[in-house]
T-cell receptor, first 115, second 114 residues
Framework: SAVISQKPSRDICQRGTSLTIQCQVDSQVTMMFWYRQQPGQSLTLIATANQGSEATYESGFVIDKFPISRPNLTFSTLTVSNMSPEDSSIYLC????????????FGSGTRLTVV | DQQVKQNSPSLSVQEGRISILNCDYTNSMFDYFLWYKKYPAEGPTFLISISSIKDKNEDGRFTVFLNKSAKHLSLHIVPSQPGDSAVYFCAASGLTGNTGKLIFGQGTTLQVKP
């Protein structure tokens, strides 16, 4: 399966600022996914990022708040913009593998605290 | 609405015994189900999956059972080991053309006591 490097692993940010999270994969993948896990909650898909096209956002998530870049087949970034304490969560990227039966690989996550 | 539910927030078992983690879903259109294990400060790790055309899949100590009529799946770990202590998430996919969209349950924290 793919190996994902996600940075930063954690950060404490001031409200009103922005944080960009990076996700690097050791192999080329078509689709990359960004999830959020709010405290005590399950993981929720934010958006799907395909290389060469605009990211597709899930209901409740908008591009102005969570802009995503996907410049090539091994890299993506998620920016959390104009942060508020409600954005304090773990953010994770995920990539597909060749067969759904092998599941999807996740990065180690970015634990964001907004103060 | 919570389409995938894990109604037990926690489970404690003795080492060597069986751990049974349960998951219910509401939408019969899901066609793939997965279990993930998550340690603190790490991302979820894929454990095992099952297609909706099957009712059982086994991989070593882990077996997943699917009961489509009841919209219920379970993960059995036999024998349980202290290293299995983690949060377990079930997830489902297949509602849309985006097979990568996983809908997760809330998770069950498993503690295996030595």
């Amino acid at each position: 399966s793919a190996v994902i490097s996600q940075k930063p692993s954690r950060d404490i940010c001031q409200r009103g600022t922005s944080l960009t999270i990076q996700c690097q994969v050791d192999s080329q993948v078509t689709m990359m996914f960004w999830y959020r896990q709010q405290p005590g909650q399950s993981l929720t898909l934010i958006a799907t990022a395909n290389q060469g096209s605009e990211a597709t956002y899930e209901s409740g998530f908008v591009i102005d708040k969570f802009p995503i870049s996907r410049p090539n087949l091994t890299f993506s970034t998620l920016t959390v913009s104009n942060m508020s304490p409600e954005d304090s969560s773990i953010y994770l990227c995920s990539v597909e593998v060749s067969d759904r039966g092998y599941g999807y690989t996740f990065g180690s996550g970015t634990r964001l605290t907004v103060v | 609405d919570q389409q995938v539910k894990q109604n037990s927030p926690s489970l404690s078992v003795q080492e060597g015994r069986i751990s049974i983690l349960n998951c219910d879903y509401t939408n019969s259109m899901f066609d793939y189900f997965l279990w993930y294990k998550k340690y603190p400060a790490e991302g979820p790790t894929f454990l095992i999956s099952i297609s909706s055309i099957k009712d059982k899949n086994e991989d070593g100590r882990f077996t997943v059972f699917l009961n489509k009529s009841a919209k219920h799946l379970s993960l059995h770990i036999v024998p349980s080991q202290p290293g299995d202590s983690a949060v377990y998430f079930c997830a489902a996919s297949g509602l849309t053309g985006n097979t990568g969209k996983l809908i997760f349950g809330q998770g069950t924290t498993l503690q295996v006591k030595p």
